[in-house]
């Protein structure tokens, strides 16, 4: 497995609440290669709750979206936006669970639109959530114009 290097650390005015790790508020996921899918670990924090004790929704959200548009950065060297997600939350997450896992991988692709399916593991490697997510992509040079990426690189490249 080989830790992705975010493109955007240190960019001046870079607060990404799901990826960027000086933003106070965020999620400061990171992100890892393991064949074709791009996996994360995340530990939960209790001012991340809906209801006492279990993660809020929005917030396993957030990580899956997060984890679909590093599933293109890698894989696709480019950029874009989700234009859909479907969730199924199956079972519930503590904000006590030491660590989750969060993989994502890409399904098909018709043209621009990306199809990517991803998961949140609990510390046990049950599945708790899923997500089918339609990611429409953007050119390398749109994604460099709008999204300042240069390209996406994993440790040791």
């Known amino acids: ?20 790790p000086s933003n106070p508020m965020g999620l400061h996921m990171e992100f890892y290669e393991d064949g074709d899918d ?12 809906g209801w006492l004790n279990t993660l809020h929704g929005g917030i396993l959200t957030t990580l ?25 939350f199956l079972k519930s997450l503590s904000t006590c669970e030491p660590r989750l896992t969060i993989r ?15 998961e949140i593991y609990n510390s046990q490697d049950e599945l708790c959530t899923r997500a089918d ?6 050119t390398q040079e749109q994604a460099t ?5 240069a390209g996406c690189k994993a440790e040791g490249e």
């Not at 997510?133 to 953007?138: A, D």
């Open 104 to 118: 994502g991988r890409i399904k098909d692709r018709k043209r621009n639109a990306i199809f990517i399916e991803t």
């Open 64 to 88: 899956m979206d997060e984890l679909a548009g590093w599933v293109v950065l890698r894989k696709l060297q480019t950029s874009g936006m989700t234009s859909r997600l479907d969730a199924r």
């Open 133 to 138: 997510l339609v990611y429409f992509i953007v």
């Open 38 to 49: 791009i996996v994360a670990y995340w530990e939960p924090e209790a001012h991340y709750q």
């Open 145 to 149: 114009e709008k999204f300042h990426f």
């Open 1 to 20: 497995m080989k830790k992705i290097i975010n493109p955007w650390e240190g960019l001046d005015g870079y607060m990404c609440f799901g990826c960027a």
